[in-house]
């Protein structure tokens, strides 16, 4: 059985979980074209949330609305949270645009975690795609830290095109790490362009996996997540309850109460994120969820 | 000089494969190798060969008018590279340009069908793995034409 994912957020947030706590943003660098890192200190006076790989949060541009955003930092860097976001509609670009200094609220951290205790003692295979990988960065952060505690470390990363992957220099150094393994590759490719071109499926041809060693942490384009559990499952061996994936949904209130992410029988937000594979094996791919 | 059995016995592509079937490829396998930027085929050329990849990184590409070269996808280490040396007319679809220097090992294909058709068994045996590759490279393609990490994909 997987075990059960924990929600440690939602105690830290429960005395006023619908209240936003007024952050100042300390930082903002631009990753690609479209995509910043945003890192936010809390008011003075307010101790910075603490949250654990996988959670997201409650982001409020003022004036403007509210957005889920997955927490892209450091879990041990305390007292400033970093969030990667990506423009695609007016809220989004509205905080992107936010400057050095900028106010904003921010509720949570919410959701389930990666499950990186329960993991311990076996090889990780993170994928990620597009601008999915930032939720899966504190995980990385958090077994790289902690390397005497996991056995392999592989990452799986694709992209549209290079100039859309993210944290390049990072990707490098984290392959430079022992027992790590960092394969990336982009959809479409220049003639310039030296590395691989393929979807990030392509990248198992390269693995030499134990599928009875490996727990997968996967996050991406839901129909990109289809074809690596797909990959995973049929065609290396690993079980269902080893696989875990992030899910997206519209949220709205983060704590369950107003059913805009429901998925079938659970709530993104309260339940999620993170699920085991097991659970969501009849959801997935399912018309019209 | 190196004998190629073992190298083809070693690749993924041959991974179990009966050693006497092996005994019969090897006649049909010479080493090549080739420097980036060269092509190594054309799109439209008879497709004489197929190419297991030792080392280094092949794009496969297509042309468009007034455009560069559009690549389709790469090929490393452990790969295949054609397989339009089974399937008549015989000829190449795509072009392939080197992008790191490459060792492969080539096969003829005129010898390969040659021997297939004299033992079916083995023919068998070569159709379910290109099978198996064209069948994974129909996916990704599947994959990779919906384009999904557009904006508003």
Redesign the interface.
Known sequence: MPPTLEQPGISQAASDPMCPEPYRVASVSRETH?TFTLSLEPARGVPAAGFEPGQFSMLYVFGVGELPISISGDPEQAGRLTYTV?S?GPATQALVSRATGDWLGVRGPFGTAWPLEAVRGKDVLIIA??IGLAPLRPAIYHILKHRDDYVRLIVLY???CPG?LLYKKELAAWGRSPDTQVLTTV?????N???????V??LF??LRMHPDKTVAFIC??E??MR?VITELEENRGVLPSDIYLSIERNMKCAVGFCGHCQYGPYFICKDGPVFCYQKLRGLLGKHEL | MESLEPILAKHAFFEGLDPAYLKLLVGCASNVRFDPGAYVIRQGEEARHFYLIRQGRIALETRAPQRPPIVIETLDEGDILGWSWLIPPYLWRFDARIVEPTRAIALDGKCLRMKCDDNHDLGYELLKRFAHIVTQRLQATRLQLLDIYAPHA
């Open positions: 479209d990506r695609v795609g597009g694709g992209a549209r859309d959809d479409y490719g220049g003639m362009w030296r590395g691989r071109v393929g979807v499926t392509t041809r390269h991406g384009p129909i990109m074809y």
